[in-house]
């Protein structure tokens, strides 16, 4: 899991920035992108970092505090659901991945993203596939962007209770397309997703 980075940090690269996302897929809610450089990414209370996915729900919060804890600096970018509208998710999510790498306290030497390369970053940078899995400076960006949008949709449910925010986070389930369809979609809901458009222009 370690590969990438350990050859860095013995070229004598570092610090390492490691960029990932959350909410991608979701046709509700915001988008958001995180970027963590740690001290260390082999220190041991970074063990238990995987893959957001991979880690249940109390899990990622646990973790969420030990990273937060232990970072050398963590920046976190939320982009609304009217702009992931407006610029479409894959450019909002570039930008949102150089705001979020700009935003650091510390300048990192390299940076490395889980999938996607950054373009006009100014920063060395590598997009590593699957870079969540095997990238431990990306995993905790995953794991530090999924705890943060899934407090944003639990506080959100709290204003849109119909659509069930807190469970399935905004993604498309059998649930959310029932109460889409029987409440129509709200201010969150991105009128740029196919599944949210066919709603409106009915």
């Given at each position: 899991m370690k590969v990438i980075e350990q050859l860095l940090i013995q070229e004598g690269i570092s610090p390492i920035a490691g960029v990932d996302e959350a909410g991608r897929g979701a046709c509700a809610g915001p988008l958001v992108i995180a970027s963590v450089v740690l001290h260390d990414p082999f220190a041991p209370q970074l063990e238990?970092?995987?893959?957001?996915?991979?880690?249940?729900?109390?899990?990622?919060?646990?973790?969420?505090?030990?990273?937060?804890?232990?970072?050398?600096?963590?920046?976190?970018?939320?982009?609304?659901?009217?702009?992931?509208?407006?610029?479409?998710?894959?450019?909002?999510n570039l930008d949102g991945m150089r705001r979020a790498v700009n935003g650091l306290d510390v300048t990192p030497a390299y940076v490395l993203t889980d999938g996607y390369a950054i373009e006009g970053l100014g920063f060395p940078n590598?997009?590593?596939?699957?870079?969540?899995?095997?990238?431990?400076?990306?995993?905790?960006?995953?794991?530090?962007?999924?705890?943060?949008?899934?407090?944003?949709?639990?506080?959100?449910?709290?204003?849109?209770?119909?659509?069930?925010?807190?469970?399935?986070?905004?993604?498309?389930t059998a649930a959310h397309t029932k109460a889409l369809n029987e409440h129509g979609p709200c201010a969150q809901h991105r009128q740029s997703f196919s599944n949210v458009a066919a709603l409106i222009h009915k």
């Open positions: 238990p970092v995987r893959d957001s996915k991979e880690l249940s729900e109390s899990k990622r919060e646990e973790i969420f505090e030990i990273i937060h804890s232990i970072a050398a600096s963590i920046s976190v970018v939320i982009v609304p659901a009217s702009e992931v509208d407006t610029r479409g998710v894959h450019a909002a590598l997009a590593v596939w699957k870079g969540d899995q095997v990238v431990v400076s990306i995993s905790a960006a995953s794991i530090v962007a999924k705890v943060t949008r899934d407090r944003i949709m639990r506080e959100m449910d709290k204003d849109f209770p119909v659509y069930g925010f807190a469970g399935h986070k905004g993604y498309i």
